[in-house]
């Protein structure tokens, strides 16, 4: 577990610490190889919820709270990673706190069109930004993503040629 531990933070053995040891979160008590299976079942659930939400995609009320679930879990599955603490703080940089402030909205958004307004209409509109701001937030964390991303848009949206 400890050459993985090497492998995954690409330390070459003479840092002592890692984003799997103990010492990344205090408030957590699980071994290095807990934290990977927890994070690895989360994801996992996460992944699954979400692709068991294309089976009930007709209804557009019971898709959004499973595709809903299915993305906070996986995105939520690195906590066990890097801790809590950590995961705030990287998902609110100065980078990422529009993209990650968007995405929370629209989470929020689609369950309050899901489960209290009931509105199939606005649920799938909700979820269309949702998947947008999930993808907006994860180029975030590739490095020049979102200015390709951006420039490609502007290239194929704009009118001059």
């Not at 577990?1 to 010492?23: A, C, H, P, T, V």
């Not at 690195?78 to 703080?89: N, P």
């Amino acid at each position: 577990m400890r050459k993985l531990n090497q492998f995954i933070s690409g330390d070459d053995g003479e840092r002592g610490e890692s984003f799997l040891d103990d010492e990344s979160d205090d408030l957590c008590s699980l071994s290095p190889a807990q934290r990977m299976y927890a994070f690895a079942a989360c994801l996992v659930a996460g992944l699954a919820c979400t692709f068991l939400s294309l089976i009930v995609f007709v209804k557009p009320i019971k898709f959004a709270v499973l595709f809903t679930f299915g993305n906070v879990l996986a995105v939520g599955s690195t906590v066990f990673l890097i801790g809590v603490g950590k995961q705030l703080s990287v998902m609110f940089d100065s980078v990422r706190i529009y993209a990650t402030a968007i995405y929370i909205g629209f989470v929020v958004i689609s369950l309050i069109c899901a489960l209290w307004i009931h509105s199939k209409i606005l649920t799938v509109i909700a979820i269309i930004f949702e998947i947008c701001a999930l993808s907006w937030y994860s180029l975030s964390y590739i490095p020049f993503a979102r200015t390709m991303v951006s420039n490609l848009m502007v290239r194929f949206c704009d009118t001059e040629l």
